[in-house]
């Protein structure tokens, strides 16, 4: 299925698919880094778990509307893709805050933002991934004021519906990251994956972490909560 490996990221690696011009396979790895590499471990079965995870997630979205790169998950590891061009921006929504806002802006954690909060980050780990304004994204990738309009208004409705769909399953969702992608056509569609490793995941009654925060932070077994949201999620289905 599998051809020449295009890209390896920290947790994913990319290759051409097999006789399947502009789609790509995703291969998640069990590899997991934090603090932009500087925290490494690798758990048995975290590849498999955010393939299953990020693939009903993708799934679920293409039902409600959104366009994405998925196209099927084809292993317990591997899912086809729509082969697309990674906007250089990492997109995030904050409902409630914790991680780095709360260290950069002074912010408690858990207060609860009146309206949804999107942020952008250049995505180049030389740099550590830095917080930029639109302006910095207009020199630093491709996107005109339309598109990236566009993006903001994508990410908020992405953030809806993944707000039902993890109220379904007893969990507040308390912010993640996305990437968009280019195809051929020049669309701007939602790539890379939506998993424990890419959101902040709280169960509604106990404010339990149920993300990679609990390695992160040390605080817990990552393949436990993982299998826990995969758990859930299956259950709704
Ligand atoms: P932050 O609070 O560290 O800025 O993270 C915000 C959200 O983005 C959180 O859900 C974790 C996710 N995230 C990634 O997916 N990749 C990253 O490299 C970082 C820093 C955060
Ligand atoms: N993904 C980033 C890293 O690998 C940071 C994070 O998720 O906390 O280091």
Redesign the pocket.
């Known amino acids: 299925m599998k051809e020449a490996l295009l890209y390896e990221g920290k947790a994913k690696k990319v290759y051409q698919a097999k006789d399947r011009t502009g789609k790509l396979v995703l291969a998640y790895k069990n590899d997991a880094t934090a603090f ?1 590499g500087e925290k490494k471990s690798s758990f048995s079965g975290k590849g498999r778990l955010n393939n299953e995870i990020s693939s009903r997630i993708f799934s679920l979205l293409h039902d409600k509307g959104v366009e994405t790169h998925f196209i099927e998950r084809l292993t317990e590891t591997e899912q086809l893709v729509h082969q697309t061009e990674i906007i250089p921006l ?1 997109v ?1 929504v ?1 409902n409630v805050a ?4 709360t260290k950069r802006l002074g912010i408690e954690e858990k207060t609860t933002f009146a309206r949804p909060l999107v942020e952008l980050f250049y995505k180049n780990d030389e740099l550590n ?1 830095p917080l930029i304004n639109d302006e910095h994204a207009f020199i630093l990738s491709d996107v005109t004021r339309t598109e990236l309009q566009e993006i903001k208004e994508k990410v908020l409705k992405i953030n809806e519906e993944l707000r039902k769909i993890f109220r379904d399953i007893h969990i507040t969702l ?4 996305v990437e968009f992608g280019r195809l051929a056509s020049g669309c701007i569609v939602l790539a890379d994956e939506i998993s424990p ?4 995941l709280w169960d509604i009654t106990t404010q339990e972490k149920l ?2 925060d609990v390695f992160r932070q040390g605080t817990g077994d990552l393949i436990e909560v993982y299998e826990e949201i995969l758990r859930r999620l299956e259950d709704k289905q």
Request: charged content about 45%.
């Open positions: 932009n990492e995030v904050r914790a991680g780095s806002i991934d308390v912010d993640f990251k490793d890419t959101c902040r993300d990679k």
